[in-house]
């Protein structure tokens, strides 16, 4: 048995979940084909078939055929343009048909010849619609919207006013007719992130610079980015220097400096030079493809408040039709009323019910909200987690690598008084020195080491003899002839293996602690030369990030860590951090998040993604920091930020609670509108000219409220 293939595609045509079943119906049974994945918010397809039943391009074909062709350039998706859109040709045919039998009715004509134009105009008007509502009917076995409409406008003409009728369908068919359009305009967000990466890439192969398409490009390829230009995917910068803008993708208002070692995303752009790099990732994997597919894939997952409105819309609809057509029988049975003014009513009423703007009314705005927000590199994954996120009073924080950097850094160059400082005449030679001999560790302490000597632009002289002290720290000899042993570690290395009295230091390494920071002491055998002080920094904006949130109606603050008591007040303390937790284990925090959900309700986790992933996974929503590139935190997280930066987590809960009011005055708006247009259909105040156009023109203002998401 031959292993399946998969096929992802965009296709044209694809704007509502109508079209996605009639797309579902229509590949049904199709030889081969074994799974059919649709994701009608993002127009893509992604189809699983037996490459020895079928093939790519006949399925291909068979989605043609079916009138959902494939999209060559995804960039350029969106609806044909008005005069190539059958659906707005339709509506056109409507309006012209329907102004005809008006006129004609005017210019004293037959009044068949008004009545035949009338249905016409009806007919053109409902086609689409019209059709998708016996579709819906027969294979859904649902009664929706569409079939509201059809049935007003059929009753309406049978009861002699095929005017009526007529402007219902040509009303009705232009809101089908702008779907295509609402919806691509929500995509917009999407197609600005597919725009971002360059057709082509300048790649040298064969010692030749030739352009290939990025699809094309397979890791190991070095491609050129000159200045100016976008980066064309993943990648490891392996020669020049430049700064480079990654607002794109992490939303950081500063360009980033970039050297030989550096990693760079796609989409991102150059700065003053040249640089080359090695590709890490393909064009179908890199970051911009990964957000993209993850938005995309959010877009379809629904929130609460969204999944109870569609339930509700498929109770209400069959409702509202056995409520009109109770309506035109039981009024006039039961009260005597007159047939024809009560079956007008409640073709009326009909119309007046139907929940087009309340249905709407959520999803338009959070495909809005999460498009918008992976704009500005924050990656929501599905209206719950926005929903939830506008909820939020109590926001945790693991420590290493959220509030403080998560690597040491060297912060204090000591040096100690004779006998041996000739050795080390400044900061500078001391640092030189414990570099060349951290030169070969691993050890992160080792690192900040050599990282603080070459920020400096040192010069490390040359080991030899280097021996691992496990636990302690490290010993080696300059290759320089003297012969003198130097040795590297912890305070406790100096007293108790190497005896020698620290007395005279004692209470510079004690304030250096108490401040949380790690000691470590170089110096010979005979006695220290100096103290290098290291300690995992603190991000400069956490402050100001946690203040931000303080303003934006967070009550709480909470700091998780594993880290020591002292430590970890230390930082809570100038971060501006309300409570704090220390020495705890991840299945503490995960009790600390349960605690804290059971007080506050709403409480999300902030951490690196990966280390934190119990606790992110017990918060209301998990929140990574800096996971672009990272694949892990991609896929786990609630919410991931690109960027390592904790002003975005504020950026987040703004646009959440920003989409929460849209989605709140969307629902008022269309719940106050219908209750209105129902009493004045029942009461007999409104034509059904009049409740269409108050009909439609509550959809639209639902939709432009909606769209204003699409604002930053």
Known sequence: MSRAQTLELRVHNLDCENEAAALRRGLAGAPGLQSITIFPKAARVTLAFDPAVTSAEAVSQRLSTLGFPPVRDPGSLGPPPPWKNAKVLAAAGSGLLLAAGWLSSLAGAADAIPVAIYWIAMVTGGWFFGREALEELLYEREIGIELLMTT????????????????????????????????????????????????VALVRRDGHD?????????????????????????????AGESSVNQAPVTGESVPVAKRSGDTVFAGTLNGEATLEVEVSRTFAENTISRIIKLVEEAQERKGTAQRFIERFGRRYSPMVLALGIGLALLVPLAFGGEWREWITRATVFIVAAAPCALVISIPITMVAALGTAARHGVLVKGGIYM?????????????????????????????????VTALTPDEHALLSLAASLEIRSEHPIAR???????????????????????????????????GISFYIGSPRLFETRLRIDLTPV????????????????????????????????????????????????????????????????????RARIDDVFANLAPEDKVS???????????????????????????????????????????ETA???????????????????????????????????????????????????????????????????????????
């Open 592 to 634: 600390k998040v349960r605690e804290l959900a059971s007080h506050y309700r709403h409480v999300a986790m902030v951490g690196d993604g990966i280390n934190d992933a119990p606790a992110l996974a017990e918060a209301n929503v998990g929140i990574a920091m800096g996971t672009a590139g990272t694949d892990v935190a991609l």
């Open 506 to 573: 004692a209470a510079q390494i004690a304030r250096l602690q108490a401040d949380g920071k790690t000691v470590v002491v170089i110096g010979t055998s005979d006695a220290p030369l100096g103290l290098i002080a290291v300690q995992d920094t603190m991000r400069p904006n956490a402050p100001a990030a946690i203040s931000a949130l303080r303003a934006a109606g967070i009550s709480r603050t909470v700091m998780l860590t594993g880290d020591a008591p002292a430590v970890a007040q230390l930082i809570a303390a």
């Open 210 to 238: 030739t352009e290939v398409s990025v699809e094309e490009l397979v890791p190991g390829d070095i491609f050129i980015v000159r200045p100016g230009e976008a980066i064309a995917t993943d990648g490891t910068v392996r």
């Open 387 to 419: 929903e939830e996120l506008a909820k939020i009073r109590v926001v945790a924080f693991d420590k290493t690598g959220t509030i403080t950097r998560g690597e040491p850094d060297v912060t204090d160059i000591v040096l100690l008084p004779e006998p």
């Open 152 to 199: 007003a406008a059929l009753t309406a003409a049978a009861m002699g006013l095929p005017g009526e009728g007529a402007t219902l369908a040509f009303l009705y068919s232009i809101s089908e007719a702008a779907e295509g359009y609402t919806e691509d305009r929500t995509r917009s967000a999407i197609r600005a992130l597919m725009k971002l990466t360059p057709k």
């Open 638 to 712: 609630d919410v991931a930020l690109m960027a390592d930066n904790l002003e975005k987590i504020t950026e987040a809960l703004r646009l959440a609670r920003r989409a929460d009011v849209l989605v709140r005055q969307n629902l008022v708006l269309s719940i106050a509108i219908i209750t209105a247009l129902v009493a004045g259909a029942v009461a007999g105040f409104l034509s059904l000219p009049v409740a269409v156009l108050a009909h439609e023109i509550t959809e639209f203002l639902v939709i432009a409220n909606g769209l204003r998401m699409l604002r930053a």
């Open 448 to 482: 900040a080491i050599v990282r603080a000597a070459h920020a400096r632009g040192l010069r490390l002289a040359a080991v030899e003899e280097f021996r691992a002290l496990p636990g302690a720290g490290g010993t080696a000899r300059l290759a320089d002839g003297s």
